[in-house]
C-alpha cells in the first residue's frame, strides 16, 4: 500500500515537471508590421497555427504573441496584402520580428472572420477599393444602409437618413475625422450640423463605423450610428488629375510627396478646386477649394508623431425647394426657383496634432489633439410671403466659431491562463466658443430686417470611459461605461441687459457587447447600450427644456457568416427607443425638440466576389418609425425611411479596365405626422469606367444614367406665394441631379 502511493506521488511529480518543462518551452515574439514603404500596418492579425493563439497589430504596427514555441507555424496577414508565414526558430526568442507584407488586390476569399479584428470594417475596406470615391458625398454613402441628400446647391452639409432616422445634417449620427469632430454642436442652422466637405475623398485611407449607441469612446450624437474617417499617412505616388463634366463642372485635383517616403519621415499635400454651375435654370455659381498636408515622424523605433493642417472655403447660390403645385401647373420646371437668392459661403481651417505610442507591457496610446476655425452664412427661403408678404420670408444663419480639444485613448491586453482581457481607456475635452450666433430675416442677402436671434455661445465636453472586453474560448464579453459632463452658457445680445445663462449636466452611459465566435466564418452577436445628443444650447437655457442630453437605449441582434469562400453576409435586427426627436422646422428653418420614439428593423448585407476582378455588394434595411406620445394613425415620423437599398456591381484590372454601376433606393415615405402628404421614394443608378494605360488613366463618370426625375430632399412645408391669397401645406422639394456625365484624366508619377 505504501509503495502504491510512493509510485502515485512519483507519477505526479514526474508529470509535474514534465508540464514545468513544457511551459518554459513556451515563449512570446514581439515583433512589427509594415509595408514596402516601411510605414506601419495597423490591425494585422499574428495567429499560431500551432497552438492558435494569436493577436493584433495596434496603431504602429507592434504585436506580441504569447504561447509560442519553437517548430510553431506563425501566419501573419491583413486584407490587401500576401498572407506571410514562417516557422518559429530558437534565436526568434530573442529578436524583435520585421515582417513586411505585399501589398496585392483585395480578395474576399481571405477574410476569415475568426481572425478579423472587426469584420464589418473589413467589408467597407473591400468596398472602399472596389469602388474608389472621388466626391466628399460618396464618402458617407460607404456606410452600409446610409443615404444622403443635398438640398441646398452644392455646399451645405447633406441631409442623412440611417436606420429610419431622417437626422436632418447629424444629429444622431456623430462623425469625425482623424479624430477632429465634424458635428457643431448648438449650430446656427441645426444640431449636429456635419459639413464633411473639406476631405478631400482621395485622401481617405480607413472608414470606422457602427450603427447604434453602442461604443464607449463615442459620445455626443451617437444614437443611429456613428463614422470615424482616417487619412491617408502617405502617397504611393503623385498624381494630377483634371475632370471637366456638364453644368460647366471643373474638378482639379493633385497630391504630391513633399518628402522621400521612408521609415523615418514622410509629408504630402493635396489640394483640389471644384466649379460648377449645377442643373438649374439659375445657376449656382458653385466653387469651393480644398488644401490639405499631413506630416509624419518616427520618435523612437515605433512611435510616430503626426501633424495635419487643412483648410477649405467654398461659396454657392441655390435655387432653394420648390412647391409642386408650382411644377404641376407649368408655372416653373422641375429646375426652376421661387426665390434663386438663396445661398451662402462657409470656411474651416484644421490644425491636427496625432501621437501614436506604444509600451514595453504591451499596451498603447493613440491622441490627439486639435484646434478649428469654422466660418458658416446661409441664406434661405423656406415660405417665400408667408410671414411677410411684402418683402419675402428670407433668412440668413451665421455663425463664427473656434474649436479646441483632445483625445486620449489608451489599450491593453492581459492573458490569464484560458482566458484574456483587453482594456480600453479614454479622457478627452471639446470646447466651442461660438460668437455671433445669428438667425435674422433678410431682404436679396444683403439688407437686414429684423434679427431674431443674436448672441454667444460657449459650450464645454469632457469625457471619460472605460471598456473591458473578457475573451474566453469562443466568446468575447465587452462591459462598458461612459461619463460624460457638459457645461453650456449664452449671452443673448438682443437683452437690453447683459446676462450669462448657464447650465451644466452630466451623463452616465452603459454598454454591454457579447461576440460568438461558433467557427473561423461565422461569429454571433448581441450589441446594447444607451448614447445620446446634446441640444441646442439656446433651446437648453432659453426654453428651460428637461431634456438637456436625451437618451436613446439600443439593442442588436445579428451575426456575420461567410458560407462560401467567396460570399460573405451580414445581419442584424435591432430597437431603438429614443427619449426625443429633433424634427425640422419648414417655416423657421430650425429645429425642435417632440417627444419620445421608437424604431425596430431589419439590416442585411451581402458581399459576392464572383471572380478576383468582379464584386458585388447590396445593403438593405427595413424599419418602422413611430412617435410614443401620439395616437396610431398620428404617429408617423416625418421623412423616416421604411425601406432603403443600396449597392451594384463593380471590376477591376479587366484589360485595364475598371469601373461598375451602383444603385440607391429609398421608398415612399410619409412627410407628415398622419401620412397625408408623401415623400417620394426614388431609384438612381450611376456607372464609371476607366481605362489605363501606364501612368495615364481616363474615366468617364455618369451619374443618373437612366435620367430619372427624382427629388433628391423633400419635406412637407406651409408657404404662401406672392399672388396667393391663403397658405398651401404640401411637397416642397430640391431636384435630384439629371443625366451627368463627366471626364476624367490622372496622370500618376
Known amino acids: 500500500m505504501k509503495l502504491g502511493k510512493t509510485i502515485l506521488l512519483l507519477c505526479s511529480f514526474v508529470i509535474a515537471l514534465i ?55 506563425i501566419q501573419v496577414g491583413i486584407l490587401g496584402y500576401s498572407t506571410h508565414k514562417f516557422t518559429l526558430q530558437k534565436e526568434d526568442q ?26 464589418l470594417h473589413s467589408i467597407v475596406a473591400i468596398d472602399l477599393e472596389s469602388n474608389p470615391v472621388n466626391s466628399s458625398q460618396e464618402i458617407m454613402r460607404k456606410i452600409p444602409g446610409l443615404i444622403i441628400g443635398q438640398h441646398a446647391g452644392g455646399g451645405k452639409a447633406e441631409q442623412i437618413f440611417l436606420r429610419g432616422f431622417d437626422v436632418d445634417h447629424g444629429t444622431d449620427v456623430s462623425i469625425k475625422v482623424d ?23 482621395e485622401t481617405i485611407q480607413k472608414i470606422d463605423f457602427g450603427k447604434g449607441p453602442y461604443y464607449a469612446d463615442q459620445g455626443d450624437f451617437n444614437t ?28 482639379t485635383l493633385g497630391m504630391f510627396n513633399l518628402t522621400e517616403s521612408s521609415i523615418k519621415n514622410n509629408a504630402y499635400m493635396a489640394i483640389e478646386y471644384i466649379e460648377s454651375d449645377g442643373p438649374f435654370e439659375s445657376s449656382q455659381n458653385f466653387n469651393r477649394i480644398n488644401l490639405f498636408a499631413k506630416y509624419r515622424t518616427l520618435l523612437d523605433n515605433s512611435d510616430q508623431l503626426i501633424l495635419t493642417a487643412s483648410h477649405f472655403t467654398s461659396n454657392w447660390d441655390a435655387s432653394g425647394q420648390i412647391p409642386q403645385r408650382e411644377v404641376d401647373n407649368g408655372n416653373i420646371t422641375r429646375f426652376g426657383a421661387i426665390d434663386d437668392t438663396e445661398g451662402g459661403e462657409t470656411s474651416r481651417s484644421n490644425f491636427n496634432v496625432q501621437l501614436l505610442k506604444s509600451f514595453e507591457n504591451g499596451g498603447g496610446l493613440t491622441a490627439n489633439a486639435y484646434v478649428s476655425n469654422y466660418n458658416f452664412d446661409l441664406y434661405s427661403n423656406f415660405t417665400f410671403f408667408l410671414e411677410d408678404p411684402v418683402n419675402g420670408d428670407q433668412i440668413r444663419q451665421r455663425e463664427q466659431r473656434n474649436i479646441y480639444g483632445f483625445n486620449t485613448n489608451y489599450n491593453n491586453k ?109 461569429q454571433l452577436f448581441v450589441k446594447s447600450g444607451i448614447g445620446f445628443h446634446s441640444n441646442d444650447a439656446r433651446v437648453i437655457l432659453q426654453e428651460d427644456t428637461r431634456k438637456i442630453l436625451p437618451r436613446a437605449y ?28 429633433l424634427v425640422y422646422v419648414g417655416d423657421a428653418g430650425i429645429i425642435e425638440p417632440s417627444g419620445k420614439s421608437k ?56 484589360h485595364n479596365f475598371s469601373g461598375g454601376l451602383q444603385f440607391r433606393y429609398i421608398d415612399n415615405r410619409p412627410a407628415n405626422e398622419d401620412n397625408s402628404i408623401i415623400a417620394e421614394g426614388y431609384f438612381v443608378s450611376d456607372f464609371n469606367l476607366n481605362y489605363t494605360i501606364k501612368n495615364i488613366t481616363i474615366g468617364v463618370s455618369i451619374e443618373n444614367i437612366f435620367d430619372t426625375d427624382w427629388n433628391e430632399t423633400q ?35
Open 19 to 73: 508540464g514545468e518543462a513544457q511551459k518554459s518551452d513556451t515563449f512570446s515574439i514581439e515583433g512589427q508590421i509594415i509595408n514596402k514603404n516601411k510605414l506601419p500596418i495597423a490591425d494585422a492579425y499574428i495567429y499560431n497555427l500551432s497552438s492558435q493563439s494569436h493577436a493584433h497589430s495596434n496603431s504602429n504596427g507592434l504585436f506580441k504573441l504569447s504561447n509560442c514555441s519553437v517548430g510553431d507555424t
Open 94 to 119: 530573442q529578436k524583435k520580428q520585421i515582417i513586411q507584407l505585399t501589398e496585392k488586390s483585395i480578395e474576399l476569399e481571405e477574410l476569415v472572420i475568426g481572425k478579423t479584428k472587426n469584420p
Open 179 to 201: 479624430g477632429m469632430p465634424v458635428n457643431m454642436v448648438s449650430h446656427a442652422h441645426g444640431q449636429g450640423y456635419s459639413d464633411l466637405h473639406f476631405v478631400i475623398p
Open 224 to 251: 443611429a450610428g456613428y463614422a470615424d474617417f482616417s487619412t491617408k499617412n502617405s502617397l504611393e505616388e503623385n498624381n494630377i488629375s483634371v475632370r471637366v463634366g456638364y453644368f460647366n463642372t471643373l474638378r
Open 414 to 522: 492581459k492573458d490569464y491562463g484560458t482566458f484574456s482581457v483587453k482594456y480600453n481607456q479614454g479622457i478627452g475635452l471639446r470646447f466651442d466658443n461660438i460668437k455671433n450666433i445669428e438667425l435674422s430675416k433678410t431682404k436679396n442677402r444683403n439688407e437686414t430686417l429684423q434679427q431674431i436671434q443674436l448672441g454667444d455661445v460657449n459650450q464645454t465636453n469632457f469625457y471619460t470611459f472605460f471598456n473591458a472586453s473578457f475573451s474566453t474560448g469562443k466568446f468575447e464579453i465587452s462591459p462598458a461605461l461612459r461619463l460624460d459632463y457638459f457645461k453650456f452658457l449664452y449671452n443673448n445680445r438682443l437683452d437690453p441687459n447683459y446676462q450669462t445663462l448657464s447650465k451644466s449636466k452630466a451623463i452616465v452611459n452603459p454598454k454591454l457587447n457579447i461576440a460568438y465566435n461558433a467557427n473561423e466564418n461565422l
Open 554 to 581: 439600443g439593442i442588436d441582434v445579428g451575426g456575420i457568416w461567410k458560407p462560401s469562400k467567396n460570399i460573405i453576409i451580414n445581419s442584424a435586427l435591432w430597437y431603438l427607443l429614443s427619449e426625443e426627436e
Open 599 to 654: 424604431r425596430y428593423g431589419l439590416d442585411f448585407g451581402v458581399r459576392y466576389q464572383l471572380s478576383k476582378k468582379i464584386y458585388f455588394d447590396s445593403d438593405v434595411t427595413l424599419t418602422t418609425a413611430r412617435s410614443l406620445k401620439e395616437i396610431s394613425g398620428q404617429d408617423y415620423i416625418p421623412l423616416a425611411p421604411d425601406f432603403t437599398a443600396t449597392g451594384g456591381i463593380s471590376f477591376n484590372d479587366v
Open 715 to 749: 419635406f412637407a412645408t406651409t408657404s404662401q406665394l406672392s399672388n396667393e391669397t391663403s397658405p398651401v401645406e404640401e411637397i416642397h422639394f430640391t431636384p435630384g441631379t439629371p443625366f451627368n456625365a463627366k471626364a476624367t484624366i490622372t496622370y500618376k508619377f
